[in-house]
T-cell receptor, first 112, second 113 residues
Framework: DAGVTQSPTHLIKTRGQQVTLRCSPKSGHDTVSWYQQALGQGPQFIFQYYEEEERQRGNFPDRFSGHQFPNYSSELNVNALLLGDSALYLC???????????FGPGTRLTVL | DAKTTQPPSMDCAEGRAANLPCNHSTISGNEYVYWYRQIHSQGPQYIIHGLKNNETNEMASLIITEDRKSSTLILPHATLRDTAVYYCIVRVAGNTNAGKSTFGDGTTLTVKP
């Protein structure tokens, strides 16, 4: 049973560019949440997708957007990258009725 | 979501029990207590969760006080591989508003030989 997978593992971009990160949830899970984790800090909630809609959103600007596909996989898009967007981006999946979230290994984004 | 307070760091001797405390004095009646851990640069790993009863699984035990304002995660026989940052989170479960986890800075547990 595959767990949560994320791609790519690492990514280097320059300021102003756009980036797309991808996540495949654990088998049987229908909800995907995205988190940003800066170095030395706990993960910060970006948004959550369920039934292909954004259900909750954290305190992140509109430069951060997402999408969920019919197969429950999800993408995180970040436009106009800033140096401060450098972080580990984590995807977590869950089933609403059984709410343990399972996290993927993350994508390390570096903005130069 | 309710805020949690954890000590920034703790040490534990290998083979001894590690007891990690968490305060969540503003927890609501429909919020569960979840524990995760994160080993350096990896994604957080789910450990255990509970509502008001004590819980045990193959990894750990969770003791929640009767007033639900605090809890303790117990690793019964800590090993060097248990060295990690441990996060205590409280959040609603089981509805469309679930899924958002508010992480603090966690407790860095160091297991020493």
């Amino acid at each position: 049973d595959a767990g949560v997978t994320q791609s790519p593992t690492h990514l280097i971009k320059t300021r102003g560019q756009q980036v797309t990160l991808r996540c495949s949830p654990k088998s049987g899970h229908d909800t995907v949440s995205w988190y940003q984790q800066a170095l030395g800090q706990g993960p910060q909630f970006i948004f959550q997708y369920y039934e292909e809609e954004e259900r909750q959103r954290g305190n992140f600007p509109d430069r951060f957007s997402g999408h969920q596909f019919p197969n429950y996989s999800s993408e995180l898009n970040v436009n106009a990258l800033l140096l401060g967007d450098s972080a580990l981006y984590l995807c977590a999946s869950s089933r609403l009725a059984y709410n343990e979230q399972f996290f993927g290994p993350g994508t390390r984004l570096t903005v130069l | 979501d309710a805020k949690t307070t954890q000590p920034p760091s703790m040490d534990c001797a290998e083979g001894r029990a590690a007891n990690l405390p968490c305060n969540h004095s503003t927890i609501s009646g429909n919020e569960y207590v979840y524990w995760y851990r994160q080993i350096h640069s990896q994604g957080p790993q789910y450990i255990i969760h509970g509502l008001k009863n004590n819980e045990t699984n193959e990894m750990a035990s969770l003791i929640i006080t009767e007033d639900r304002k605090s809890s303790t995660l117990i690793l019964p026989h800590a090993t060097l591989r248990d060295t990690a940052v441990y996060y205590c989170i409280v959040r609603v479960a089981g509805n469309t508003n679930a899924g958002k986890s508010t992480f603090g800075d966690g407790t860095t547990l160091t297991v020493k030989p």
